[in-house]
């Protein structure tokens, strides 16, 4: 969440750490369970199409955020859900879920 990262890098900003740290969130999920949590969260009639993913695409979608806990005190604290949900609510796009469908 948006929320997380700008505390994640402030707070690298403010440290004397320099080398590179990872900010954020170390909750592995596929691209599949993030489109089935936007449907969730916006209560959208959406249907999820599938396709065959870049060569080059990320096997794995997991930083690790060791550095970040170690040097800079710092972790999500936002997750999944309640991120969407803030998002949806701070920018409106309510109104415009389902406009496609």
């Known amino acids: 969440y948006v929320e997380d990262l700008i505390r994640g890098l402030v707070s690298l900003m403010e440290s004397d ?12 999920m596929t691209l599949l369970e993030l489109a089935q949590a936007v449907i969730e969260v916006t209560e959208s009639r959406s249907q999820i199409i599938h396709e065959a993913l870049p060569i080059d695409d990320p096997q794995v979608r997991q930083p690790d955020i060791t550095r970040a806990r170690e ?13 969407l949900r803030r998002t949806i609510d701070e920018t409106g796009i309510e109104r415009l879920v389902g406009a496609a469908d």
């Open 71 to 83: 040097l800079l005190a710092w972790e999500p604290k936002v997750g999944l859900h309640e991120g």
């Open 17 to 28: 750490v320099h080398m590179p740290v990872n900010i954020g969130n170390p909750e592995e």
